[in-house]
């Protein structure tokens, strides 16, 4: 199993181009979601979702679009981006079931915006 | 507002020098609490959870503990190897997980 994963690990936009950061998962897990880390502050909430085909907001998606159309994978998409959105992102998935699940993490993406 | 607070900030130990990192939280609904390690450059990585007060668990070096306001992670006889960011998850409910900021460790040979 590969896990979480994302590409690409390192970016540098200039101020209003688009991106778009990939994640996918092997574990076929039905929970997935995005989070950005910031200095200073614990990670925050972008976007989730709980399958394919249902996403929704989290604590910060003002800027953010994710859409989801298979279990595997779930694209963030940055539509215009601003210096604001630099930080490093992650990806984490887990099991949906009954009980408290822990998630798993992907290994980051650092994202730049100048 | 549900909080989560860790300290301290950072933590500097000699090798072999036991110590203990702590967590409180504020919440109108626990339903369970993660323990996470960060390395720099990589994405956390999953060690515990704990769901009530008065549970452990322990894994190598490493004992977490809970009580109705804090989680503590006793780390025994460190290591050089046990330097990382360490990360205090609070879940309130669905979707719901509040991050602590975290404790850097470094442990020194």
């Known amino acids: 199993n590969a896990g979480v994963t994302q590409t690409p690990k390192f970016q540098v936009l200039k101020t209003g181009q688009s991106m778009t950061l990939q994640c996918a998962q092997d574990?076929?897990?039905?929970?997935m979601s995005w989070y950005r880390q910031d200095p200073g502050m614990g990670l925050r909430l972008i976007h989730y979702?709980?399958?394919?085909?249902?996403?929704d907001q989290g604590e910060v998606p003002n800027g953010y679009n994710v859409s989801r159309s298979t279990t595997e994978d779930f694209p963030l998409r940055l539509l215009s981006a601003a210096p604001s959105q630099t930080s490093v992102y992650f990806c984490?998935?887990?099991?949906?079931?009954?009980?408290?699940?822990?998630?798993?993490f992907g290994p980051g993406t650092r994202l730049t915006v100048l | 507002e549900d909080q989560v607070t860790q300290s301290p900030e950072a933590l500097r130990l000699q090798e072999g020098e036991s110590s203990s990192l702590n967590c409180s939280y504020t919440?109108?609904?626990?339903?369970?609490l993660f323990w996470y390690r960060q390395d720099p450059g990589k994405g956390p990585e999953f060690l515990f959870t704990?769901?009530?007060a008065g549970e452990e668990k322990e894994k190598e070096r490493l004992k977490a503990t809970l009580t109705k306001k804090e989680s503590f992670l006793h780390i025994t006889a460190p290591k050089p190897e046990d330097s990382a960011t360490y990360l205090c998850?609070?879940?309130?409910?669905?979707?719901?997980?509040?991050f602590g900021t975290g404790t850097r460790l470094l442990v020194s040979p």
């Open positions: 998850v609070m879940n309130t409910g669905f979707q719901k997980l509040v």
């Open positions: 704990l769901y009530s």
């Open positions: 919440v109108s609904g626990l339903r369970g």
């Open positions: 984490a998935s887990r099991f949906d079931g009954v009980g408290v699940n822990e998630q798993f």
């Open positions: 979702s709980v399958g394919a085909g249902i996403t």
């Open positions: 574990m076929n897990h039905e929970y």
